[in-house]
């Protein structure tokens, strides 16, 4: 059924080109966050379109929609025109749709043909694998995109780079019309990225359509057609890239409404609490110092893998670093394991409540009291009152709102969750916390109460750490923001020198 | 608290274990008399003892299948003492035999913490290594009742109020272990180390540490059940208590305790190994042949790892629903 608004939307008709696959009115809901809101997305043969936002644009579950793993709550999936479904990840790839991920889905023991070949490697004799045949096949395909890589190694032999390459070869193999790459550059080298610059090129010239993830936008410009802007689920704008400039698009990406309200705070710093100087570790981060005092929020912004939670996690104890000190209170300190830092006052709230957070399995009470227990304890043996009183205490600080502290953490919505984690954390009793994307997958109602609770937190005189990704939230809660790129330091920003698009350009590196 | 017992694991398990009763005495009375449900208390009370071990074990997303292993070497170890040396009271035997377990299950714990090998390789390895020494010091010929002094074979057939001391034995196992998981620091951290390894971590558990612990109690029980066993069967040799680690393991997953860890509870593997022997006892008074007895005992397994998976699908359902309420 044809509407008239149908015919206005496309003013130029049948001289615009058709999109291979197309998103039209693409809606996601999780549980408490809308991810997706009626969103829109053309895939056109032969032309590169940029998909660009900030993290927790949707980009990444616009991907997964595209490719079958998550199913739309309302909207359409178009494959040439026509509308479909992808009920299974399979019946994408049927569709010719085939994704390169940031960190390559393929599997290490098998070799580079098998990898290329997997679920369709031509047969021979009663059905058997061909295995000259698929060699051969995987050979051609690897000759036609210039890699040099022979198909009977060993996929954990190659590079990340090479890994790539196989990635784009299997593409090309089950005859994909739509590729998918989500920041295909971010692990590689300048040269390699020159490389895969021409690759895309080539797969142009054959008449793919290519969605291209990345936040790099010296790369849009290089290779990128058409572009789309997603901010917080929501298309923002598109169009081609000749029409805008760097400028219109940090401006697409980080301009919003003003629907967060921050709390009001008046900074009053007290003295040095926290000193960092020269941390390096092998391969994370490098030279990293800084200092913190009482009542301060400091902000670590980023873009993500720009070593920022690695560090954190260093400094808390998990991974050890290569060179430098850390001084609490003027004196210095080694930390060497989590208990360490529990017990020299700094404690750690990580951004994955789900794996590093919270024990689901177990009750609220005994999930707050875990880190806090070789001191309410007694030889060894538990007081469940001391236990339940530190539990109520802290679970009432931070309004959490459950049935009893004896439910499962595993029951409660993500807000809570975040909750019991922070509450344990605050138990211990620190002078410095560190908190790991705050508010991240935290509906808009939680948000606020833990940006309150933040300033708070600062107002009592404890030290805060500010790992976020999110403009609005670093610019709205913290007194000092650090801007860290490819595991350094790039800038230290007072908070009157605070402009979105200086954290961008900064982070970005443009 | 009420609504929330009944619709436990371990009131399922309960209800499980009095309809299989109530089937078994409408065909065969005799078996529910007091003094056969004692018998067949005493009877699974070695399932039990291993059985809470492996399920510490278990909690901590390991596995010990050298438990047998363990049993048979430490009852070897003792048996041969007890020949050597006739005399030597029962306290110096259980303590042989608790602190040679308690070594093995080190072992175990240590390669499995300082070693990072799969827990699963280690035991595997070890159970192997534990009868190959079984073997060694006994150069494989077996120790008989009429070689083993009468004070060693009577311990655990003492009675004392109508039960064996071996089923005491399990008692008091059953309960001290509870107040372990329940009311200890360890037991804590047994349940916050398998329930999830990176947040205890961060909370500053070593979680190695606690699986080096987990092994070193379930080595402890086993070595204890070592010489209970030996002496109650009144015969040592190479082979005993073969396959018994399956069993075991069974009890535990019949109980309700989490395969990927931190789910489970000692009531929990007290009721399965219950089930278990409740099962392998009536058979064959209720006359079925020893081929069934297999499949039914493993049939008995398949189902209860059924509805644990049917356990765990119905709590994704649950946040749904929340979710639809939320909306």
Known sequence: MLKQSDIILTPEGATEDAAVLALEGITKTFPGVKALSEVSLRLVPGKVTALIGENGAGKSTVVKILTGIYQPDGGTILVN?????????????????????????????????????????????????????????????????????????????????????????????????????????????????????????????????????????DEIFRIADNYTVFRDGQLIGDGAIADVTEADLVKMMVGRDVSQIFPARTPNPGETVLKVAGYSHPTEFEDIGFTLRKGEILGFYGLVGAGRSEFMQSLFGITRPSAGTVEIDGKTVQIKSPADAVENGIVYVPEDRGRQGAILDLPIFQNVTLPSLGRISGRGFLKLAEEFKLAREYTERLDLRAASLDTHVGNLSGGNQQKVVIAKWLATQPKVIILDEPTKGVDIGSKAAVHEFMAELAAQGLAVIMVSSEIPEIMGMSDRVIVMREGRIIVELADRDLQPETLVRHAAGI | MLKRFITSREALLIGAIVLLLGLISSRFPGFVTPANLANVFNDTSPLILLAVGQMI????????????????????????????????????????????????????????????????????????????????????????????SPTFKAFPRTEILGLPVLGWIAIIAVIVFTVVMTRTTLGRAFYAAGGNPHAATYAGINVGKTQFWAFTISGALAGLTGYLWVSRFAVSYVDIAGGFELDVVAACVIGGVSIMGGIGTVAGALLGALFLGIIKNALPVVDISPFWQLAISGGAIIIAVALNAQANREKGRIILKRAEQAT
């Open chain 2, 57 to 148: 074990v278990i909690l901590t997303k390991c596995i010990d299948l050298s438990v047998a292993a363990n049993l048979a070497l430490t009852g070897m170890v003792v048996s041969m003492v007890n020949v050597a040396a006739p005399g030597l009271p029962i306290a110096v035997i259980l303590a042989i035999a608790v602190g040679l377990g308690t070594l093995l299950g080190m072992f175990n714990g240590l390669l499995v913490w300082k070693l990072a090998i799969p827990p699963i390789v280690v035991t595997l390895g070890t159970m192997t290594i534990f009868r190959g020494i079984i073997f060694v010091i006994s150069d494989g010929k077996w120790v008989n009742s009429h070689e083993m």
């Open chain 1, 81 to 217: 025109g026509k509308s479909t479904t992808f009920p299974v990840p399979q019946a994408a790839a049927d569709h010719g749709v085939t994704a390169i991920h940031q960190e390559t889905v393929l599997f290490d023991e098998l070799s580079v043909a098998e990898n290329i070949f997997l679920g369709h490697a031509p047969r021979g004799k009663f059905g058997l694998i061909d295995l000259k045949a698929m060699n051969r096949k995987a050979q051609d395909i690897l000759a036609g995109i210039g890699a040099n890589i022979d198909p009977e190694h060993k996929l954990k032999d190659l590079g990340i780079a090479n890994k790539h390459l196989v990635a784009i070869a299997r593409a090309l193999s089950i005859d994909a019309r739509v590729v998918i790459m989500d920041e295909p550059t971010a692990a590689l080298s300048h040269k390699e990225i020159e490389e895969l610059y021409e690759l895309v090129e080539s797969l142009k010239a054959q008449g793919k359509a290519i969605l291209f993830i990345s936040h790099k936008f």
